[in-house]
């Protein structure tokens, strides 16, 4: 065989592996796993970068605009429905990214899942501060323990909900829409 190489980015490192792309030889710190072979972080990169060479920030304000009543009216609905808050959160937070992805056309942005994530957020946040404030109402000004502890529980139950559907939703568009996910 012939005289190993030394890699690009760390010159004592020997190695017999070159990017299929570029030629460089690179070392296994530095080799990208693609399903074409393995190249260089520079050519991965310059790969990415053409999906998201058709995007413009006016896109963000369209998801934005498209996820954030959606978000209100399904922030309020799902988590007053009790156990099905599980079920239904994750299917909200995909329905509602999808709604995204179409109104932009289908067009990758780097952080479209965050504008949809913290719409979500955004959404869920009157009823999730409405069940704070109930709880911590009732919980302060009764005086009867009994009916304290009914009150309590039922706002702890709500706050519960409200906490379930946001985290299953933020979850289910984030898985969605991240970055580098292959559409």
């Known amino acids: 065989m012939s005289e190993p190489l030394h890699c690009v980015n760390h010159p004592n490192v020997e190695t017999y592996l070159r990017c299929n792309r570029c030629g460089q030889p690179i070392c296994a710190r530095c080799a990208v796993l693609t399903p074409v072979g393995y190249r260089c972080r520079d050519c991965v990169r310059a790969q990415q970068r053409v999906f998201y060479a058709d995007f ?46 179409w109104a932009i056309r289908r067009r990758r942005g780097l952080y479209t899942w965050l504008v ?15 069940s704070l404030l109930s709880l911590l109402f009732f919980a302060g000004f009764m005086v009867h323990p009994r009916g304290a502890g009914y009150y309590i529980t039922g706002g702890l139950m709500s706050l519960l909900w409200d906490v379930v559907y946001l985290v299953a939703a933020v979850g289910a568009a984030y898985a969605r829409l991240r970055p580098g996910r292959r559409v």
């Open 116 to 130: 949809v994530c913290g719409c979500i957020v955004v959404g869920a946040l009157p009823k999730l501060l409405l």
């Open 56 to 101: 413009r920030p006016t896109y963000y304000l369209v998801a934005a605009a498209v996820a954030l009543p959606l978000a209100l009216v399904a922030g309020w609905l799902i988590p007053s429905l009790g156990w099905y808050a599980i079920l239904l959160g994750p299917l909200v937070g995909v329905g509602i990214a999808e709604v995204v992805r």
